[in-house]
Nanobody
Framework: QVQLVESGGGLVQDGGSLRLSCAAS????????VGWLRQAPGKEREFVAA????????YYAESLKGRFTISRDTAKNTVALQMNSLKPEDTAVYYC????????????????WGQGTQVTVSS
């Protein structure tokens, strides 16, 4: 089993920045890839970014490249998502999600989910 706990969400003004963190515990050695997905009210869940557990590869939704950056802290077993130039349309619940199978394509199908953290961007 793998447990994922997100933190860092909150309220930010249009154009501001937030940094989300995901702490992984349990059988973390089984993780192949970990990242972030988001879901806005009335919208489908959307892939945001991912990083291989080894930290060797990163992946981004094309529309978010240049604004969002994903990174791994191997010492702390955490994954961070730095979000810059935030827009109201970025408002959503952001979920940390991992898979124990390396995906054949992006977006991937998560095996493990965090509880989610709310990000609200005001206009």
């Amino acid at each position: 089993q793998v447990q994922l706990v997100e933190s860092g969400g909150g309220l930010v003004q249009d154009g501001g920045s937030l940094r989300l963190s995901c702490a992984a515990s349990g059988r973390t050695f089984s993780i192949a890839i970990v990242g972030w997905l988001r879901q806005a009210p009335g919208k489908e869940r959307e892939f945001v970014a991912a990083v291989s557990w080894s930290g060797g590869s990163t992946y981004y939704a094309e529309s978010l490249k240049g604004r969002f950056t994903i990174s791994r802290d191997t010492a702390k077993n955490t994954v961070a998502l730095q979000m810059n130039s935030l827009k109201p349309e970025d408002t959503a619940v952001y979920y940390c999600a991992a898979s124990d199978v390396y995906p054949r394509r992006i977006p991937y199908d998560p095996t493990y989910w965090g509880q989610g953290t709310q990000v609200t961007v005001s206009s």
